[in-house]
């Protein structure tokens, strides 16, 4: 299983970006994709997820009203808009495969497969 994200990239405060996330080894139409990040110094966070069967979707409540998270099943594809993107969402972001998208005890399930080396958003003030 392996998950690969793209599309980051050094954008000014109130700017967008689209993240890519390409998965193989797994179907995505049985588990659910999940976006999580990481920024220099704190610990990883989970951002966003959806699931491959019913395409229901989560946010936390930093990105709600922000980020919107979408898929292409047949390209075992998800995306993620970031808009209104502000300093604080500088990190590294990671797509990884969950076993469903659900929010409990303020974490998304375990994630299976690599994670991937990320893609670095950077935003500026």
């Known amino acids: 299983v392996q998950l690969q994200a793209s599309g980051g990239g050094l954008v000014q405060a109130g700017g967008s970006l689209r993240l890519s996330c390409v998965a193989s080894?797994?179907?995505?139409?049985?588990?659910?994709i999940g976006w999580f990040r990481q920024a220099p110094g704190k610990e990883r966070e989970g951002v966003s997820c959806?699931?491959?069967?019913?395409?229901?979707?989560h946010y936390v409540e930093s990105v709600k009203g922000r980020f919107a998270i979408s898929s292409d099943n047949a390209k075992n594809t998800v995306y993620l808009q970031m808009n209104n993107l502000k300093p604080e969402d500088t990190a590294v972001y990671y797509c990884?495969?969950?076993?469903?998208?659900?929010?409990?005890?303020?974490?998304?399930?375990?994630?299976?497969?690599?994670w991937g080396r990320g893609t670095l958003v950077t935003v500026s003030s």
């Open positions: 080894g797994f179907t995505f139409d049985d588990y659910a």
């Open positions: 990884v495969a969950l076993l469903k998208c659900s929010y409990s005890r303020g974490s998304y399930p375990p994630s299976f497969g690599s």
């Open positions: 959806i699931s491959g069967r019913d395409g229901s979707t």
